[in-house]
């Protein structure tokens, strides 16, 4: 009797497990710009490395964060760039927990990390001719109201400190290229 009782309290309590699991809304990410796991469009390209796009930004939109959630850092991030560890093409963080949305002009406490280029700021993208390269935008939920970041840090000591605070992710990944000589 007793092995059957632990049983069934057992079942009961991963099923009020599952229906909590069901009921708590995916933290999503979308943009009006970008369509997921499809190509980018080549004006959104780089305007380097033999590139000739205008390094448009995409406006992002997300919705259903933890509730916990203090702030936000979004990423974008080739994870086929030919270097062994990928390549940073922005890193933004300090977002305000309200903010649900970036276009063009960013929230004045945002801080823009240094970029794999050295410097801060966003690129797009630029795969080498004749390959395809899967890049990946992430809003970061984060635990704290400020990232402690030190001045100056590279983007992946930024990487880690985002990874650290982070407490839920939402994606999404894009595709540039092939591009041919001159595009």
Not at 7 to 23: F, Q, R, Y
Not at 157 to 170: D, E, K, P, R, Y
Request: aromatic share 10%; hydrophobic share 35%; net charge negative.
């Amino acid at each position: 009797m007793k092995p059957l009782l632990l049983n069934l309290s057992l079942a009961s309590m991963a099923l009020l497990g599952a229906t909590n699991a069901i009921s708590a809304p995916e933290f999503t990410l979308e943009s009006p710009d970008l369509v997921a796991e499809k190509s980018i469009r080549p004006f959104q390209y780089w305007d380097q490395f033999g590139c000739e796009g205008n390094s448009t930004r995409p406006t992002l939109v997300w919705s259903n964060a933890p509730k916990q959630t203090k702030s936000f850092a979004v990423t974008f991030y080739d994870q086929d760039a030919p270097t062994g560890s990928g390549f940073w093409h922005w890193q933004v963080y300090n977002l305000p927990k309200d903010t649900t949305r970036l276009a063009e002009t960013l929230p004045s406490q945002a801080i823009e990390g240094n970029t794999d280029l050295g410097k801060p700021g966003y690129f797009g993208p630029c795969p080498p001719i004749g390959r395809k390269h899967k890049y990946t935008f992430t809003v970061h939920a984060l635990d704290v109201d400020t990232l402690p970041v030190p001045a100056g840090a590279t983007a992946p000591l930024t990487g880690f400190f985002i990874h650290q605070h982070s407490l839920a992710q939402a994606t999404l990944s894009v595709y540039a290229g092939p591009r041919a000589a001159g595009e």
